[in-house]
């Protein structure tokens, strides 16, 4: 199994920045790709960004590119999402996703709990 921890979520201003962690731990060796969802009040899950541990290579979806960056620290099992230039439309719970297939399927078997990020309109 592998657990996921995610930190670095809170209120911030419109324009503001904020960088998320997700931290990996038990079996990481079966990781081949991380990424980051969110979900906000009353909408369904939506993909953010993802990355392969291997080689790097990202994908964003529309509405953050340019805003948001997603990167990753092998040896301390950790992928991280900067976000800047904050708007009150990326306001959600944002969740870690990690898993074994591809980076381009976006698709993980393992999920964090969750951070809270707040833009106030």
């Known amino acids: 199994q592998v657990q996921l921890i995610e930190s670095g979520g809170g209120l911030v201003q419109t324009g503001g920045s904020l960088r998320l962690s997700c931290v990996a731990s038990?079996?990481?060796?079966?990781?081949?790709?991380m990424g980051w969802f969110r979900q906000a009040p009353g909408k369904e899950r939506e993909f953010v960004a993802a990355i392969s541990m291997n080689g790097g290579t990202t994908y964003y979806a529309e509405s953050v590119k340019g805003r948001f960056a997603i990167s990753r620290d092998n040896s301390k099992k950790t992928v991280y999402l900067q976000m800047n230039s904050l708007k009150p439309e990326d306001t959600a719970v944002y969740y870690c996703?990690?898993?074994?297939?591809?980076?381009?399927?976006?698709?993980?078997?393992?999920w964090g709990q969750g951070t809270q990020v707040t833009v106030p309109s």
């Open positions: 996703g990690g898993g074994p297939r591809n980076v381009a399927t976006m698709t993980y078997d393992y």
């Open positions: 038990g079996r990481t060796f079966t990781i081949n790709s």
